[in-house]
């Protein structure tokens, strides 16, 4: 029995700092189950606006699939996933229940395509500051990531999947 509560003992203490490393690079936007996000931000919204949008990159590694389920944020009361879609030759956009990431693959959140709507803003999105995004996945769990905001209209940063893209959302108002 002593030496069963020393084993036990000794793996809770190994374990330990695996624990803490899965926690610091769930914060720094990586879960250590599947998921990596990268290249996440927002645009700043005009003085009065209510709905705002976030971008972002998600990887998964070979052989390990995920899918985000919901997002929150302190800085909306309400966060929804949502994807632009043609009809008739009309751009409409629409909430999706949730974004599948395939093993080794990357599926981009950029303006005119898959993103993270912002509603029911508790303040304009300011340039230069960052907010928090929490991702919600179905694996991965919890992972909390600051989204610097750009300027209004901006097409992203440079060099990411969003940069250059294109989208407004006035239509968000209403859902």
Known sequence: MLLLLRSVTVAAALAMPLAIAN?????????????????????????????????????????????????????????????????????????VETIPVAAGTKVALTPGGLHIMLMELQKPLKEGEAIDLTLVFEKAGEVVVKVPVLKVGSPGPAGTAGGGGHGGHGGHGKH
Request: aromatic share 2%; net charge positive.
């Open 23 to 95: 926690t610091a690079s769930a914060q720094q936007g990586t879960a250590a189950t599947a998921v990596t996000v990268s290249s996440p931000w927002a645009r700043a919204t005009p003085g009065g606006a209510k709905v705002g949008a976030a971008y972002l990159e998600l990887s998964a590694p070979k052989g390990a699939a995920d899918t985000l389920v919901s997002a929150k944020s302190p800085v909306a009361g309400v966060v929804e996933l949502h994807t632009h879609t043609h009809e008739a030759g009309v751009m409409k956009m629409r909430r």
